[in-house]
């Protein structure tokens, strides 16, 4: 069925133009979400029926001629918001132990350290925030987060630079110095 013919039907509200939409989406939403959230396929499931739940209620509003880039976009945007959450309720003393030798001193500072390092990194934009947490976090080259951020390439290395500099310049506010290269 045609894009055009399918916005229509879930316009009206009927529940077959859904039944359409997951016919035709479910296997690409999926593969987004497995993208963002690798071996979690609980998870998937749940944001595939969050994304279609989503697209249902927004039906008024949804344009033709990009469903499914707006699909795409609404399943990586609620991944990356599960991968914040979980970074934000990770205890500390998780990712110390993960980090740190046995000295407490080490242990310390590593604590001291990472919350600076989070300070800093949420002294940047939003979206520049999840292209760091995507490439520095995650592993992900810049190519691939620029794709699935909708980024071209160029502008997601410029972002990176920049936000490189925003990052040094809050820790030197702080108190680090940094050799020059």
Wanted: charge should be negative.
């Amino acid at each position: 069925m045609r894009e055009e013919e399918l916005l229509k039907r879930l316009r009206r509200g009927d529940p077959a133009g859904l039944e359409e939409l997951m016919d035709q989406y479910t296997s690409y939403v999926c593969a987004v979400a497995a993208r963002v959230l690798p071996g979690c396929p609980e998870e998937w499931e749940e944001l595939v029926t969050e994304t279609f739940l989503e697209a249902w209620n927004r039906r008024k509003t949804l344009q033709p001629g990009n469903l499914k880039g707006w699909l795409g976009a609404v399943v990586r945007n609620r991944a990356f918001n599960r991968l914040r959450a979980r970074r934000e309720t990770l205890p500390l003393e998780e990712d110390v132990l993960l980090l740190s030798p046995d000295s407490p001193q080490i242990t310390l500072e590593q604590r001291e350290l990472e919350q600076v390092l989070r300070k800093a990194l949420d002294s940047l934009e939003e979206s520049d925030q999840e292209l760091f947490v995507r490439h520095y976090y995650y592993g992900q080259t810049v190519a691939r987060a620029a794709e699935e951020m909708g980024l071209n390439l160029s502008t997601a290395k410029t972002r990176l630079r920049r936000g490189r500099e925003r990052l040094k310049e809050f820790l030197q506010e702080v108190g680090y110095e940094f050799e020059e290269a």
